[in-house]
Each structure stands twice: as structure tokens, then as C-alpha cells.
């Protein structure tokens, strides 16, 4: 399709394991974003990447949270260490040049630590 | 510091009503831009509309409109004669020019149930 596709749709993880989520934005595409949204909580910012490189990743709770564009088109969401309360729905958004154009959303990748 | 806030967690109507979704904001910037998403079931954010900070001209797309007041800081959002396929998560946002990055800031949501 012609939308953002995130992988997996649920991903359930022990306690202390490390995960990685995946968002395939719109083609062409430059801008990308990661936000985490808890049950009952709207959607809060992790990072923002412009092309290859992080612009901004001043919403990343800890160190334990990373992220990756490599050649400026996926993006992978890598957690280590998980802990219960990472659990959320992480949301991968794209826009066409970032800034303030519209943000395309993804469906999400449902992430539940046991 | 910037900040969304919609006070209405939850709204319950009967299809054909009209309906109001409150939205206030907070920021220290003179450029910024306001959103309104819609989330249904499936979780995927769905755009609705993007306001600027100097357009207060209210705006109407087929059933829904939208009232843009910088004097009191809101932004609601009106549905008029509701239908059950309304029936979602609706979060406004705020973007500041500031931040040159596009990044959003969200309300908590309100859950809009329409009843057939």
C-alpha cells in the first residue's frame, strides 16, 4: 500500500529483552517520526529524523531507546533492556519535508512487556 | 511551556445530534500551527485538518467545522448531525515554528461515541 507500514502489529517481549520495531514510511518521504502512546493517553514525540540523520531525539525517555534511518527511508525503533512500563502503542508518522506539513500516521506496533 | 488540553475525556450522543470537542492550547510562540487527528478503532491517526496562527478564519469541510479563537487559546472542533461512523478518538495537536521540526504536541483525547 501506499501508507505508512509498521511490523510487527503486536509484539509481546519478556521482561529484560530486547525488541525492534519497524516503520516503512511513504516514499519520498524525508521526514519521520516516532511517538509512544500509553492506553487512554495521546500520542507523546520520541524522535524525528530528517533524512538520515536524528534532528531531534529529545523525547526519548532513556538511553535504553534508540533509533535508526540508515539510507533515509525505514526506520527501526530498537528498546533493550525492556521494562513493563514501556508498554504502548508505538506510532511511526511521515511527512513530506517535515517542518509543519501534514504527518501521515502508521497503525501503529502494539509492544506489551510481561 | 507548551501544552494541549482537552477537558472532555468522553462524549456519548444520539446519531443526527451535533456535537463540540474542545481544545485549548498553551504556547510561547507567535508561529504555530494547530491539528486535528481522528483515531478509530483500527489506531491509525487519520488528518483532519492543519490551522496556522494567522489564519483565524473558522473552516468547514462538509459536516464538520472548526472555530479558531487566539483570544481565548482554542481550537474546537464541531461535528454536525453526527453518525454512528464518527465514532473515535479525536486529538488535537499543537506544532510550534519554533521547534523547526513539525513534531507534535497532543491532548489526551476525547472518545466521541455516536448511538444509533
Known amino acids: 500500500g501506499a501508507g505508512v507500514s509498521q511490523t510487527p502489529s503486536n509484539k509481546v517481549t519478556e521482561k529484560g529483552k530486547y525488541v525492534e520495531l519497524r516503520c516503512d514510511p511513504i516514499s519520498g518521504h524525508t521526514a519521520l517520526y516516532w511517538y509512544r502512546q500509553s492506553l487512554g493517553q495521546g500520542p507523546e514525540f520520541l524522535i524525528y529524523f530528517q533524512g538520515t540523520g536524528a534532528a531531534d531525539d529529545s523525547g526519548l525517555p532513556n538511553d535504553r531507546f534508540f533509533a535508526v534511518r540508515p539510507e533515509g527511508s525505514v526506520s527501526t525503533l530498537k528498546i533493550q533492556r525492556t521494562e513493563r512500563g514501556d508498554s504502548a502503542v508505538y506510532l511511526c508518522?511521515?511527512?513530506?519535508?517535515?517542518?509543519?506539513?501534514?504527518?501521515?500516521f502508521g497503525q501503529g506496533t502494539r509492544l506489551t512487556v510481561v | 511551556a507548551q501544552k494541549v488540553t482537552q477537558a472532555q475525556t468522553e462524549i456519548s450522543v444520539v446519531e443526527k445530534e451535533d456535537v463540540t470537542l474542545d481544545c485549548v492550547y498553551e504556547?510561547?510562540?507567535?508561529?504555530?500551527?494547530l491539528f486535528w487527528y481522528k483515531q478509530p478503532p483500527s489506531g491509525e491517526l487519520v488528518f483532519l485538518i492543519r490551522r496556522n496562527s494567522f489564519d483565524e478564519q473558522n473552516e468547514i469541510s462538509g459536516r464538520y467545522s472548526w472555530n479558531f479563537q487566539k483570544s481565548t487559546s482554542s481550537f474546537n472542533f464541531t461535528i454536525t448531525a453526527s453518525q454512528v461512523v464518527d465514532s473515535a478518538v479525536y486529538f488535537c495537536?499543537?506544532?510550534?515554528?519554533?521547534?523547526?521540526?513539525?513534531?507534535?504536541?497532543f491532548g489526551q483525547g476525547t472518545t466521541l461515541q455516536v448511538k444509533p
Open positions: 508518522a511521515s511527512s513530506l519535508i517535515g517542518g509543519n506539513t501534514e504527518a501521515f
Open positions: 504556547t510561547r510562540d507567535t508561529t504555530y500551527y
Open positions: 495537536a499543537l506544532s510550534e515554528n519554533s521547534s523547526n521540526t513539525g513534531k507534535l504536541i
